[in-house]
């Protein structure tokens, strides 16, 4: 954990730790040199199908992920 | 394919049997007569000829899907290996507790997208039915997060109003640490839970898959856990550092935790599914084979038997003519 002053503002900000983590590990992976930056960063791709259930019945069709960082916008800060 | 044409043909047959009903009366002999196939002296070969070509391409293909599931197998074998190192540290501290009471359990049960693998999914389906068994009851409440096609399609006929989320095409591209955390992280924010009981098929060998459980306690429960003293009395032995509450700490860990012992149970799970799909087609093709001595079998002597009836027929005729001479 980088720093722990923190947690309380990305916990308000409605993040886990897990999304937490991921946005760190995203901006080691973008602190790597070119070939391995890309390598790294094309390794991790983020694809599935999630559909929520209601009576009995998927919600329509699920989304299928792409954006793997529901945060990328503060990535850039 | 052929027993269809057969089938079809006995069909075709069976009226023509029914509208003469005088015939089965007169005498067995004489109807069995007409029954036969008229004007014809031998069988054709034309449907054990065909039936020979289906099952030799059904055996090429069993054959390729091996290939490529043993192919696979070894690319994810070691990753899964490696990355059973993620969970132990968390089984070390927190400790696995399968038996746990609690009111919210949600079951995560993993299996493949794709069938022809052996009986892996139906073994996740089952474990998954007994754990709801065994925590429904009075104020207690199970729900299911299903993973992968073939589990949501055997769950959906008997439990699908206990499904809150299911999740498909997670094998498209090669399973990351970064993709099973966003998923982990969709289930944590949709469902809420006491312990989360992930079901998966725990590779062992190429032939051995134990159906497992693995169980993640909500933060709350460990804290009320480790006061009541038992497997997790020793975690207030810890010192914590920082300005952090034990209570953030431990919803830190339980998270995290969520998505290690996730990413190895998918890696595990695409792993056995790989091994079950391998031995799955290695027998197919050897029954394939099997099938196809049998058949060759029948196809050589029944073509001897039209060649000697030939020769035989070629023969008396001859010595008729010389006899007739």
Same mark, same amino acid.
């Given at each position: ?77 | ?129 007994? /754990?709801?068994? *065994? ?6 409440? %199970?729900? &299911?997060?299903? +993973?992968? @096609?073939? !589990? ?97 700490? /431990?919803?830190? *860990? ?6 290690? %012992?996730? &990413?190895?149970? +998918?890696? @595990?799970? !695409? ?55």
């Amino acid at each position: 954990m980088a720093s722990n002053a923190a947690v309380p503002f990305w916990r308000a900000a409605g993040m886990t730790y897990i999304t937490y983590s991921n946005i760190c590990a995203n901006l080691v992976r973008n602190c790597l040199k070119e070939p391995f930056k890309a390598e790294s960063i094309h390794r991790e791709k983020v694809h599935f199908n999630l559909s929520k259930w209601a009576d009995g019945k998927p919600q329509k069709p699920g989304t299928s992920l792409q954006d793997p960082y529901r945060f990328s916008n503060l990535i850039e800060i | 394919m052929a027993m269809a044409v057969f089938r079809r043909e006995g069909r075709r047959l069976l009226p023509s049997i029914a509208a003469r009903p005088i015939a089965a009366i007169r005498s067995p002999l004489s109807s069995d007569q007409e029954e036969g196939l008229l004007g014809i002296r031998s069988i054709s070969t034309q449907v054990v000829r065909n039936r020979m070509k289906s099952v030799k391409n059904i055996q090429k293909i069993t054959k390729a899907m091996k290939m490529v599931a043993a192919s696979k197998l070894r690319a994810v074998q070691g990753r899964a290996e490696n990355s059973r190192g993620l969970w132990q540290p968390f089984t070390a501290l927190l400790g696995d507790n399968p038996s746990i009471d609690v009111k919210k359990s949600v079951v995560v049960t993993l299996s493949s997208d794709k069938g022809l693998c052996g009986g892996i999914n139906s073994t996740a389906v089952k474990v998954s039915r007994a /754990l709801y068994k *065994l925590n429904s009851g009075p104020e207690k409440e %199970v729900q &299911f997060v299903v +993973v992968g @096609e073939k !589990a949501k399609a055997i769950m959906f006929r008997d439990s699908k109003n206990d499904i809150v989320l299911s999740v498909t095409e997670l094998n498209k591209n090669p399973l990351n640490y970064a993709q099973v955390s966003v998923l982990a992280d969709d289930i944590l924010k949709n469902v809420e839970f006491d312990a989360l009981r992930i079901v998966y098929n725990k590779f062992h060998s190429v032939v051995a898959f134990l159906p497992t459980v693995s169980t993640v306690l909500s933060p709350e429960i460990i804290e009320k856990e480790s006061e009541v003293g038992g497997k997790l009395g020793e975690l207030d032995s810890y010192e914590i550092e920082g300005g952090e509450t034990k209570g953030e700490i /431990l919803q830190n *860990l339980a998270e995290f935790q969520f998505s290690c %012992v996730m &990413f190895n149970a +998918v890696l @595990e799970n !695409a792993c056995s599914e790989m091994g079950a799909r391998m031995s799955a087609m290695d027998s197919s093709s050897r029954n394939a084979g099997e099938m196809l001595d049998r058949l060759t079998l029948t196809y050589n002597r029944t073509r001897q038997a039209s060649i000697t009836t030939e020769l035989i027929e070629i023969i008396s005729g001859a010595s008729a003519l010389e006899a007739a001479k």
